[in-house]
């Protein structure tokens, strides 16, 4: 079995625990929402950064955390802060009467990397992404809905607190496709060095 990538992106931080959660905070910014289906974990995401690029009006990349864009732009910084980062990447935008427009459907990835001081772990999934409007301006808002996720690759010591769960947000980004660009890639960097899950092999071989 070899490391690989993950087309997609997460991460947390424990600050207290609440009516029975341990709930997991984020930075200042755009709302989310991550609970655990296997264990008494909530997290609540605020973000500080909320940048997205866009090539297309029927596409876009949103990168969202609780780091600032001058961590996420550098590999080293990013690799050894504690902190979150979201990739989202909408594959189509949803229109009525030619695609679902429904919490079921399926419109974006997403990939969650945790990063906690030199160790990581990488959650991914899928879900519905409801745009305010098209991407093609300087500003771009939606919602993610009920969107499942889990983990699938980590660094060696890196403690999972969350397995799978659902995560819903919203956020307003503006454009950057710089930061966008440099956050995305030093996100690959990470995946293609983790481990995956036993029982999620990402990629196989035959030795």
Same mark, same amino acid.
């Given at each position: 079995?070899?490391?690989? @990538?993950?087309?997609?992106?997460?991460?947390?931080?424990?600050?207290?625990?609440?009516?029975?959660?341990?709930?997991?905070?984020?930075?200042?910014?755009?709302?989310?929402?991550?609970?655990?289906?296997?264990?008494?974990?909530?997290?609540?995401?605020?973000?500080?950064?909320?940048?997205?690029?866009?090539?297309?009006?029927?596409?876009?990349?949103?990168?969202?955390?609780?780091?600032?864009?001058?961590?996420?732009?550098?590999?080293?910084?990013?690799?050894?802060?504690?902190?979150?980062?979201?990739h989202?990447?909408?594959?189509?935008?949803?229109?009525?009467?030619?695609?679902?427009?429904?919490?079921?459907?399926?419109?974006?990835t997403?990939?969650?990397?945790?990063?906690?001081?030199?160790?990581?772990?990488?959650? @991914? =999934?899928?879900?519905f992404?409801?745009?305010?409007?098209?991407?093609?301006?300087?500003?771009?808002? =939606?919602?993610?809905?009920?969107?499942?996720?889990?983990?699938?690759?980590?660094? @060696? =010591?890196?403690?999972?607190?969350?397995?799978? =769960?659902?995560?819903?947000?919203?956020?307003?980004?503006?454009?950057?496709?710089?930061?966008?660009?440099?956050?995305?890639?030093?996100?690959?960097?990470?995946?293609?060095? @983790?481990?995956?899950?036993?029982d999620?092999?990402?990629?196989?071989?035959?030795?």
């Amino acid at each position: 079995m070899t490391r690989a @990538a993950l087309p997609v992106f997460l991460a947390l931080f424990i600050l207290t625990t609440q009516s029975g959660c341990r709930v997991i905070g984020l930075g200042g910014g755009g709302r989310g929402e991550f609970i655990s289906d296997e264990q008494p974990t909530k997290l609540a995401p605020r973000f500080v950064t909320r940048v997205f690029d866009s090539a297309d009006g029927n596409t876009a990349d949103i990168v969202l955390s609780d780091l600032d864009r001058e961590t996420l732009r550098d590999r080293d910084a990013m690799d050894s802060a504690v902190g979150q980062v979201i990739h989202a990447r909408m594959f189509i935008t949803p229109k009525a009467g030619r695609t679902p427009i429904e919490p079921t459907a399926c419109t974006v990835t997403l990939r969650y990397i945790v990063l906690t001081g030199g160790e990581y772990g990488i959650y @991914a =999934g899928g879900g519905f992404l409801l745009p305010g409007d098209r991407p093609t301006g300087r500003r771009f808002k =939606g919602r993610i809905l009920n969107a499942t996720m889990r983990l699938v690759s980590s660094s @060696a =010591g890196f403690k999972d607190l969350v397995g799978s =769960g659902r995560m819903s947000l919203s956020f307003t980004a503006r454009r950057d496709a710089e930061t966008v660009r440099r956050a995305t890639r030093n996100g690959d960097f990470l995946a293609f060095s @983790a481990i995956p899950v036993p029982d999620y092999p990402l990629l196989s071989v035959d030795e």
